[in-house]
């Protein structure tokens, strides 16, 4: 699931340490951080698409749909809107 | 039910919601960001510490809105909440229903009797080789991942656009300690300076011009190469970027020269912006194509009612102007909706309101005429084998056979219903552009007249089985309004 980092945090000053599952594997975030930020900081890798090439985050802003995933079982929830909670449990395959 | 809703929280939004208040009315503000300000002014979490709020530069008011909006307990907020579509209610004329969505709680409906939509805009999506590739974003994207999330890419980064907000990005990564190895931009540098100067005559309103020209010889004193005339033709790599072709042009963005590649691990794109319009599109709203604000606009009348009754638009959905005319149209729209519903109006606040409209038009008339995009020359990137609509996977090749097969195609929507091109998640957000500039070229006319995609509830998607809830009123908080998700 992880590559090398693609991006990194540059504050330490964040909030408290929550742990959420990315395909089942657990992923250390921090409270408030989005779960598309989170996955970035990791090098998670998002959904590929039908040829099964990967995607990643296009707009985080909510408008392109490529961070989407199911959210505790809900599908098509946009990770760059939802911030980070204890036992949260992504699914990438969930962009449709 | 409310007297008003509005949809967007933010300078358009913030503004029209005070200044509703102001004249008496129930004011509910829905915003799928989980805090006010917008994208201009988007802020890290509540819970991260030692990051607080620092107003883009020369927007100072910001600060102040931002938290006269927060204190005032007479606006009601749902933050967290996306808007998915409007209903009109037959057997009461005078009511309209807004259909949220939110990500755990699912969906329920919000009356009022008038409705503002302030959904801002977003980056313009441009396909070419490789735009799909993880590793390419879109400058705004990148700039609220920065700023408001405090995580930078790591690794080189090449930008390439043609909107001054490129450079706003570029400094903010350098700033952050991200090596950036190129700024291309399509339009030749003299262009921000000329700009420059031709603002001095707009006095008071330099905003984020101003702080491009500081931010272009910064970069340059740090070393940053920034090309003009030079724009991104192809990103590579199998699973990430790893490479980008960086092309000249001539004036008219037209390749001339040989292509070169530069390593890069990321790709910041930002070529300017598509102003929201599918929830105005989907309430039957009249949409104008006006290229230097944004594409396609919603029409409005000169206090920003729409051709849909109790409709009304403010920011960029009514062109993309930049926060100022943003603010200034939300406080005009909510003044109008105000006297709408029997509330006294002075005439003195009308008077001041069009003339605040009036000056920050003067200012965004000349950076819209200056930073344009060249919609027909970005139409042109994509090749036969490029992805131009994400979600469904059409490649240009697919539109171009279709447009083939069928000469008497010409209108986007036609090509939607035949291609799949928008029928996916982003509900064409990300292919309207690319599938319209593909038409056009194809059919040797203008790119507005190819129409535009129509937009359907749920215009952003939800899970199916949320769609069941879809008239079941949200309760209205009662003593504690503010509900932050
Ligand atoms: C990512 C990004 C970064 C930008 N950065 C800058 C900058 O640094 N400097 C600058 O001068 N300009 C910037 N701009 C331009 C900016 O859009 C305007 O200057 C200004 O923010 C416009 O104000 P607005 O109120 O019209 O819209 P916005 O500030 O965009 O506010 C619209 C709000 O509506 C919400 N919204 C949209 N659709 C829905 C829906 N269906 N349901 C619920 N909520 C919804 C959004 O979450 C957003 O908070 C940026 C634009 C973008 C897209
Ligand atoms: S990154 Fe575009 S919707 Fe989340």
């Known amino acids: 699931m992880t590559q090398d980092n693609t991006w990194r945090r540059t504050v330490n000053e964040r909030a408290a340490a929550v742990t959420i599952t990315v395909d089942g594997r657990p992923l250390r975030a921090r409270a408030g951080e989005t779960v598309a930020t989170a996955m970035l900081a990791h090098g998670a890798a998002f959904d590929r698409d039908r040829t099964g090439a990967r995607r990643a985050p296009l707009c985080n802003m909510g408008t392109c749909f490529e961070c989407a995933a199911t959210v505790d079982g809900r599908p098509l929830t946009r990770t760059c809107l939802v911030p980070a909670r204890e036992d949260m449990a992504v699914q990438t395959q969930g962009r449709l | 039910m409310f007297d008003l809703a509005i949809i967007g929280a933010g300078p358009a939004g913030m503004a029209a919601a005070l200044t509703a208040a102001d004249h008496g009315l129930r004011v509910v503000v829905i915003d799928e960001q989980g805090r006010a300000g917008g994208q201009i002014f988007r802020r890290p979490p509540e819970t991260f510490t030692g990051s607080e709020f620092r107003p883009t530069a020369g927007y100072e008011w910001a600060t102040a809105l931002i938290r006269r909006f927060e204190a005032d307990t007479r606006v009601v907020g749902r933050f ?3 808007a998915i579509g409007i209903l009109h209610e037959d057997a009461e004329p005078d009511t309209l229903c807004v259909a949220v969505n939110h990500p755990t709680r699912g969906t329920g409906m919000i009356t009022a009797r008038r409705l503002l939509i302030a959904t801002g805009a977003y980056d313009l999506p441009v396909a070419f080789p490789g735009w799909t590739l993880p590793g390419v974003m879109a400058a705004g994207g990148v700039q609220t ?64 011009l101003a702080e491009t020209g500081t931010v272009l010889t910064r970069l340059l004193r740090r070393g940053v190469r920034v090309s003009p005339r030079t724009v991104v033709t192809a990103a590579h790599g199998t699973e990430h970027v790893s490479r980008v072709t960086l092309t000249r042009v001539d004036r008219r963005w037209q390749a001339k020269g040989a292509p070169r590649d530069v390593a890069a691990s990321h790709l910041v794109v930002g070529y300017g912006f598509v102003a929201s319009t599918e929830l105005a599109r989907q309430a039957g709203c009249e949409l104008t194509f006006d290229s230097p604000r944004g594409g396609w606009v ?188």
Not at chain 2, 180 to 198: C, D, G, H, T, Y
Not at chain 2, 451 to 470: I, M, Q, W, Y
Request: hydrophobic letters at 45%; a neutral charge; aromatic letters at 4%.
């Open chain 2, 145 to 208: 991942l920065v700023k408001a999330q405090k995580v930078a890419p790591a690794g080189e980064v090449v930008l390439a656009g043609a909107h001054p907000l490129l450079l706003l990005v570029a400094d903010l990564l350098v700033g952050n300690g991200v090596p950036v190895r190129e700024v291309a931009f399509a339009q030749s540098i003299p262009a921000p300076a000329e700009m420059l100067r031709a603002l001095n005559a707009v006095p008071g309103h330099l905003r984020m």
């Open chain 2, 298 to 485: 919603v029409a409005h009348d000169e206090r920003l009612r729409t051709s849909v009754p109790g409709v009304s638009v403010a920011g960029e959905p009514a062109g993309v102007a930049g926060a100022d005319a943003s603010r200034a149209e939300g406080a005009l729209a909510a003044l109008a909706l105000a006297a709408d519903l029997g509330r006294p109006v002075p005439a003195a606040a009308f008077t001041e309101a069009e003339r605040a409209v009036a000056r920050a038009a003067r200012f965004s008339t000349v950076v819209q005429r200056v930073f344009e995009p060249d919609r027909e020359a970005l139409g042109r990137l994509a090749t036969q084998e490029t992805t131009i609509c994400r979600c469904e996977m059409v490649s240009r090749g697919n539109v171009d056979d279709f447009l083939a097969s069928a000469p008497f195609v010409t209108d986007v929507n036609a090509v939607k219903l035949s291609c799949r091109t928008g029928m996916g998640p982003c509900q064409g957000r990300y292919c309207e552009n690319t599938v319209a500039g593909v038409l056009a070229a194809a059919r040797d006319q203008p790119i507005g007249l190819g129409g535009r995609f129509s937009a359907h509830l749920p215009v952003k998607p939800v899970p199916v089985g949320d769609l069941g809830a879809l008239d079941t009123p949200l309760p209205e908080p009662g003593a504690t309004p503010r509900d932050i998700n």
């Open chain 2, 80 to 82: 967290g909440w996306s």
